[in-house]
């Protein structure tokens, strides 16, 4: 069972940044691909951008070019860079496998990210 652990988010203006990091449990982090996911009110989960144990990243059009996701296999800690925030991209920010793993208990606390004036 890995346990995730997200921090970094906060209250910034829009085109603030903000730099999220997820630290993992587990020994076979390294192994896995590796995103971000966030869920606003109302709204589905999405996943914002993911990584490749390799290093392959994968962004929705909707963040590219504005977040930068990159991990570090020996601290098993993988960040989410945030540019020119908008207010869309307020939401709760997850980190988890891709695909998640099973069970509601993979998902961390979550770390909440507001862009507001």
């Known amino acids: 069972q890995v346990h995730l652990v997200e921090s970094g988010g906060g209250l910034v203006q829009p085109g603030g940044s903000l730099r999220l990091s997820c630290a993992a449990s587990g020994s076979l982090f390294s192994i896995y691909p590796m995103g971000w996911y966030r869920q606003a009110p109302g709204k589905q989960r999405e996943l914002v951008a993911s990584a490749t144990s390799g290093g392959y990243t994968n962004y929705p059009d909707s963040v590219k070019g504005r977040f930068t996701i990159s991990r570090d296999n020996a601290k098993r800690t993988v960040y989410l860079q945030m540019n020119n925030l908008k207010p869309e991209d307020t939401a709760v920010y997850y980190c988890?496998?891709?695909?998640?793993?099973?069970?509601?208990?993979?998902w961390g606390q979550g770390t909440q990210v507001t862009v507001s004036s």
């Open positions: 988890n496998r891709v695909p998640p793993w099973p069970g509601t208990d993979s």
